[in-house]
């Protein structure tokens, strides 16, 4: 089954709009999350990492300010895109690690994202 | 920079076997993953290697060399449903916690009947 849960799976939005996307960890804690972006044909480009508990680092090129990330709790990280412009369009996945030993990253299902 | 080269694509008949290579250069290394992705779906885990050597699991087995920064995927009796992308990831130490996965561009494997 399914170790890392996200919602919504399918969002279809005017452009203006902010879009909160969740990512949770079903049956670890994860004190750190990640959230890639990808676009049709390319591989995943992480955008951030979320830490719990203090402030997401950013990959460069990514705007924090468009970009929000809060993971306020060590199964709960969201990423909001705030006013969502056509150019946001993209499938947006979240993944999660168990702090121990070498454990693979799991990825959520990936949120897609269509801003009209 | 961090570089992680894979093939873009490749073609192969059902029942054959494929290897897609990885190369990597990057700063720090752990490990390095497989994932396979299918179009408009979330990658999903195929193996994780750490040592050198052989990994196999079922029809899949992944080779590490860390000596030449290199690994490649093996697939075994090719099956339709083996149409897919396939990630090449390199796990890094990552300064507030843990480690994080570089990603190659991914190779996507055609088979075909």
């Known amino acids: 089954g399914a170790v890392v849960s996200q919602h919504p799976s399918w969002v279809i939005c005017k452009s203006g709009t902010s879009v909160k996307i969740e990512c949770r960890s079903l049956?670890?804690?994860?004190?750190?999350m990640f959230w890639y972006r990808q676009f049709p044909k390319q591989s995943l480009m992480l955008m951030a990492t979320?830490?719990?508990?203090?402030?997401?680092?950013?990959e460069q090129g990514v705007e924090k300010d468009k970009f929000l990330i809060n993971h306020a709790s060590l199964t709960l990280s969201t990423l909001t895109v705030t006013s969502a412009h056509p150019e946001d369009s993209s499938f947006y996945i979240c993944?999660?690690?168990?702090?121990?030993?070498?454990?693979?990253?799991?990825f959520g299902d990936g949120t897609r994202l269509s801003i009209l | 920079g961090q570089n992680i080269d894979q093939p873009t694509e490749m073609t192969a008949t059902e029942g054959a076997i494929v290897q897609i290579n990885c190369t990597y250069q990057?700063?720090?290394?752990?490990?390095l993953f497989w994932y396979q992705q299918h179009a408009g779906e979330a990658p999903t885990f195929l193996s994780y290697?750490?040592?050198?050597g052989l990994e196999e699991k079922g029809r899949f087995s992944s080779f590490l060399s860390r000596s030449k920064g290199y690994s490649y995927l093996l697939l075994k009796e090719l099956q339709m449903k083996d149409s897919a992308s396939y990630l090449c990831?390199?796990?890094?130490?990552?300064?507030?916690?843990?480690?994080?996965?570089?990603f190659g561009g991914g190779t996507r494997v055609l088979v075909k009947p």
């Open positions: 993944s999660a690690r168990a702090v121990e030993g070498n454990q693979p990253q799991h």
């Open positions: 049956d670890f804690q994860a004190t750190t």
């Open positions: 979320s830490n719990e508990g203090s402030k997401a680092t950013y």
């Open positions: 990057t700063s720090g290394f752990n490990g």
């Open positions: 290697n750490v040592l050198d």
């Open positions: 990831a390199v796990d890094r130490p990552f300064k507030a916690a843990g480690n994080k996965l570089t």
